[in-house]
């Protein structure tokens, strides 16, 4: 049965409501205490995906061809996260459709067994920079909350950073992936993160593809998955 308070922005007004009641009676203090605010029911996937196709945040907004807010599986436990959309994904409103995506595609089915369809694959910025330029700090910081707000909804087991810019932003940190790469790192809301390489990377420099694979099977351990083909 739904209840008036499941309703997030309803709990919040009831919450203020009886505050400011007991704000009247003197007991101010004590009631901000010992009324908890309503832990936020995650918006949906489909709701945050409208909101992203009519955002005038920054001034991408101008340059886009579409907005491209990411695809996959609503229950996927892995997040994929790149930077930005390309010229492709711009044309396409997709992410990773590019040549750096079948590469993607590769690692997602070749290497770790699953398709595309079971997990998720984001980007930080939902719009392309113009050429493909490095994203402002203005951009990545309009963008922040759609990308909060997807991993809210999905809840994944792992996000997995492609490249250092996304990699750093997950962490934190001003590192170089070498330095990122090979470890589970901590997000702040909880979310084991791991670096690899961004497949653009990986496709001119295919010496790197070792790493990304032993990065990809630190996922595949944490995650509890065989290798394709592995004896059960
Ligand atoms: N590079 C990215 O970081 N994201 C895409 O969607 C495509 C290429």
């Known amino acids: ?29 004590l009631a901000r205490r010992q009324i908890p605010q309503a832990p936020s029911m995650p918006d949906s996937l489909e709701q945050i995906q409208a909101e992203i196709a009519a955002c005038q945040n920054c001034e991408l907004a101008c ?29 396409q409103g997709q992410p990773f459709v590019g040549p750096a995506g079948q590469l993607l595609d590769k690692i997602i089915e070749s290497g770790m067994g699953l398709r595309r369809a079971d997990v998720f694959i984001l980007n930080i910025l939902k719009c392309r920079p113009p050429g493909n330029r490095d994203p402002l700090a203005t951009e990545k910081q309009a963008c922040t909350p759609f990308l909060q707000r997807q991993l809210h909804a999905l809840r994944p087991d792992i996000v997995i950073c492609l490249g250092r810019h996304a990699a750093n932003y997950f962490i934190g940190s001003d590192l170089t992936l070498g330095q990122l790469r090979g470890r589970l790192h901590q997000s702040t809301s909880g979310i084991p993160i791991l670096a690899t390489y961004h497949p653009a990377y ?12 032993q990065d990809i099977q630190i996922a595949m351990n944490h995650l509890g998955l065989k290798r394709p083909g592995a004896a059960q």
């Open 1 to 29: 049965m739904s209840h008036a308070l499941s309703d997030p922005a309803l709990a919040a007004s009831a919450r203020e409501f009886l505050l400011e009641e007991l704000s009247q009676l003197g007991v101010d203090y």
């Open 63 to 91: 340059s886009r061809t579409q907005t491209v807010p990411g695809s996959g599986s609503a229950s996927a436990r892995v997040v994929f996260v790149g930077e930005a959309p390309g010229a492709e994904e711009d044309l």
């Open 202 to 213: 990986l496709l001119r420099t295919p010496s790197a593809k070792v790493d990304c694979w």
